[in-house]
């Protein structure tokens, strides 16, 4: 349950269109829901400003289901992140409106349409390689009404072309820059830009990049200011920092 439904349930029970039985009835299941092999968070969006997320990651289809049915039953958003086109197909079962990005690996289902910021988060990538991540926090990014502008492809080994953009990522509230190899692109981003940057290495690199250790490393000992740094690969955490950065 989300603020604006809250405000609902209690304007109905004023009113009298609600009786109190059944607004206790509603609120009874406000903190959490009991699904049995998960516990959904159904205060998340009225304590974080969103709704929980499904990370699939580990989970069933058949969890994955059941879980986004007792999110429908709120009403509210859902986004589901790591989701297979398995996983995706059995949610469109119930649910033909979902929508489920095949390369960032994101499933979601828009119930509320908000207007998007003035303001704009810039989602900057080294690589095509890098693409995934951009687009799991592209999704989220916009599901939480953000503006997003999707810069990709321009890594360290040919600064001309990130210089080409530069006015367009100057023009962004925060940037979210996605490398992977030495993670390099983040520092060079932030000594260039005025704004809050938020790095994210990728897993995304030949033997000695370790998974993505050795960006996420170059990312945390970066000589430029103002560089925050979320886990490899994390597209979502960072999205939500930048959205909570870009949000008035």
């Known amino acids: ?18 009786a109190i039985e059944g607004a206790v009835s509603q609120l009874r299941e406000l903190p959490f829901r ?3 092999e998960a516990v959904l968070d159904s205060h998340r969006e009225l304590r974080c400003g969103h709704p929980e997320v499904i990370y699939c990651a580990g989970k069933t289809v058949a969890q994955v289901r059941t879980i986004v049915a007792a999110m429908l039953e709120g009403g509210g958003d859902v986004l589901a992140t790591r989701a297979t086109a398995e996983m995706a197909a059995a949610v469109m079962e119930l649910c033909p409106e979902a929508r489920y990005n095949s390369l960032g690996r994101t ?10 910021t003035e303001t704009s988060i810039a989602i900057v990538t080294a690589g095509t390689s890098d693409l995934p991540v951009a687009e799991e926090a592209a999704e989220t990014a916009l599901l939480f009404g953000n503006r997003v502008e999707r810069i990709n492809d321009v890594g360290v080994a040919g600064l001309h072309r990130l210089v080409a953009r530069l006015d367009a990522i100057r023009c962004a509230r925060v940037v979210i820059v996605i490398a992977g190899m030495e993670g390099a692109l983040a520092s060079v981003v932030a000594g260039l830009v005025a704004r809050p940057v938020i790095a994210v290495p990728t897993s995304v690199g030949y033997g000695a990049h370790f998974g993505g250790l050795s960006a996420l490393l170059g990312m945390l000992t970066s000589c430029a200011g103002g560089v925050g740094v979320v886990n490899i690969d994390n597209g979502f955490g960072a999205a939500c920092l930048a959205s909570l950065i870009n949000q008035p």
């Not at 349950?1 to 609600?18: D, I, K, S, T």
């Not at 499933?107 to 908000?114: D, E, G, P, T, W």
């Open 1 to 18: 349950m989300n603020e604006a439904a809250l405000r609902l349930l209690l304007e109905q029970v004023r009113a009298g269109e609600l």
């Open 107 to 116: 499933l979601v289902i828009q119930r509320r349409i908000r207007p998007l």
């Open 34 to 36: 009991d699904l049995g």
